[in-house]
């Protein structure tokens, strides 16, 4: 399986961008996505993360109220809209799956517990 991100760029402050992450060579939904983003000179954290019947979703606290997450499992596409962009969200954007998603609720922002992982997507904001 194969994941791609796409969707970032440069945007001002107070603006808005949708990444997408599509899994690639697996027919099954039943997998949970998140989100994680990694700063310059900073260690990697998550972001969002979604379960694979779209249901059940985890925010990091600083993009809450800011941040989607969805899925359209018919297109094995997870997406992550971002409003209100600030300067502190610049980063790379990476998407990864969970194939056997276990407590959720607690692994969610565990990178380990991912198995695969999609390249990353910069996402540029200015202030």
């Known amino acids: 399986v194969q994941l791609q991100a796409s969707g970032g760029g440069l945007v001002q402050a107070g603006g808005s961008l949708r990444l997408s992450c599509v899994a690639y060579g697996r027919a099954s939904s039943q997998y949970t996505v998140g989100w994680f983003r990694q700063a310059p000179g900073k260690e990697r954290e998550s972001v969002a993360a979604i379960g694979w019947g779209g249901i059940n979703t985890h925010y990091t606290d600083s993009v809450k109220g800011r941040f989607i997450i969805s899925r359209d499992n018919a297109k094995h596409t997870v997406y992550l809209q971002m409003s209100s962009l600030e300067p502190e969200d610049t980063a790379v954007y990476y998407c990864?799956?969970?194939?056997?998603?276990?407590?959720?609720?607690?692994?969610?922002?565990?990178?380990?517990?991912?198995?695969?992982w999609g390249r990353g997507t910069q996402v540029t904001v200015s202030s």
């Open positions: 990864a799956a969970d194939f056997n998603p276990r407590n959720f609720a607690v692994t969610w922002g565990t990178a380990s517990k991912y198995d695969s």
